[in-house]
């Protein structure tokens, strides 16, 4: 569990697992596995944050 005031950690997390997917996802592109779309983006920040979540939120 991690503490710490809600309102920060949860939009915190988005933000980090947003940047860090749009990383990977544009690093799979240059190696043409997927293509760098907003979809694509935002279906790996949901996973990224689900494994954080799941992990060390929770």
Excluded: K, N, Q
């Excluded at 988005?14 to 979809?39: E, H, N, R, T």
Aim: a negative charge.
């Amino acid at each position: 569990m991690v503490d710490g005031d809600p309102r920060v950690v949860y939009p915190l997390a988005v933000v980090l697992s947003a940047l860090y997917a749009s990383i990977v996802v544009y690093g799979a592109s240059l190696l043409d596995y997927v293509s760098f779309s907003p979809g694509t983006v935002a279906a790996a920040t949901a996973i990224v944050f689900a494994a954080t979540y799941v992990a060390i939120l929770r």
